[in-house]
């Protein structure tokens, strides 16, 4: 199995949240009120658990939330170039060629020069790809069911709304996609 390209991150990440094999003392420990009452601190403390989760469920499905990224982009266009996909997922261009050589060995996805530019690679989805990308949507389907269980459907649809607001003030690439849906 191969490991993830950012396995310094997900270290820090993991060294981060409460240790999994200590949940009786993860539920005894108190935080103080002032960083319950930061909302930012909630965002990184949720964001770091929810990355937890789903990087386990990918590992137990043998997936890596890396091809799920690029396969989803994959999804909306039927070619893409390296660099288009690098920009929009902010992705070094150098790790992308690598995630991209592990996609094309397990037959997900397929690169061809570019007949009207050979500098460039487009890159396109095949059938196993969408298999795969079917695969990882479940997966995601089900960590977001599972962490998002206490709130109902209007609670999530409004948490997603404001969440998504927040993303589109610090990021002009959500900002594009939501008028592209509008």
Same mark, same amino acid.
Do not use: W
């Given at each position: 199995?191969?490991?993830?390209?950012?396995?310094?991150?997900?270290?820090?990440?993991?060294?981060?949240?409460?240790?999994? #094999?200590?949940?009786?003392?993860? =539920?005894?420990? +108190?935080?103080?009120?002032?960083?319950?009452?930061?909302?930012?601190?909630?965002?990184? &403390?949720?964001?770091?658990?929810?990355? #937890?989760?789903?990087?386990? $469920?990918?590992?137990?499905?043998?997936?890596?939330?890396?091809?799920? $990224?690029?396969?989803?982009?994959?999804?909306?266009?039927?070619?893409?170039?390296?660099?288009?996909?690098?920009?929009? !997922?902010?992705?070094?261009?150098?790790?992308?060629?690598?995630?991209?050589?592990?996609?094309?060995?397990?037959?997900?996805?397929?690169?061809? &020069?570019?007949?009207?530019?050979?500098?460039?690679?487009?890159?396109?989805?095949?059938?196993?790809?969408?298999?795969?990308?079917? &695969?990882? +949507?479940?997966?995601?389907? +089900?960590?977001?069911?599972?962490?998002?269980?206490?709130?109902?459907?209007? $609670?999530?649809?409004?948490?997603?709304? !404001?969440?998504?607001?927040?993303?589109?003030?610090?990021?002009?690439?959500?900002?594009?996609?939501?008028? =592209?849906?509008?």
């Amino acid at each position: 199995m191969r490991t993830f390209n950012d396995t310094e991150s997900y270290a820090y990440s993991r060294m981060a949240s409460a240790p999994a #094999e200590a949940p009786d003392q993860a =539920k005894s420990a +108190r935080l103080p009120q002032e960083l319950l009452g930061s909302t930012v601190f909630l965002l990184k &403390r949720l964001g770091y658990t929810v990355k #937890e989760r789903a990087v386990s $469920s990918y590992v137990l499905a043998g997936c890596n939330p890396y091809h799920y $990224s690029v396969l989803a982009l994959l999804a909306e266009g039927a070619q893409e170039t390296q660099a288009a996909i690098a920009d929009a !997922l902010r992705f070094d261009r150098s790790q992308l060629v690598g995630i991209l050589d592990e996609l094309e060995e397990d037959g997900m996805v397929e690169r061809r &020069r570019d007949p009207n530019d050979r500098r460039r690679h487009l890159v396109s989805m095949t059938a196993e790809g969408k298999r795969a990308l079917a &695969r990882q +949507r479940a997966i995601i389907k +089900r960590i977001e069911d599972e962490f998002l269980e206490p709130l109902d459907d209007a $609670s999530r649809e409004a948490l997603h709304g !404001l969440l998504l607001r927040l993303a589109m003030h610090h990021d002009a690439r959500f900002a594009a996609e939501s008028n =592209k849906s509008a």
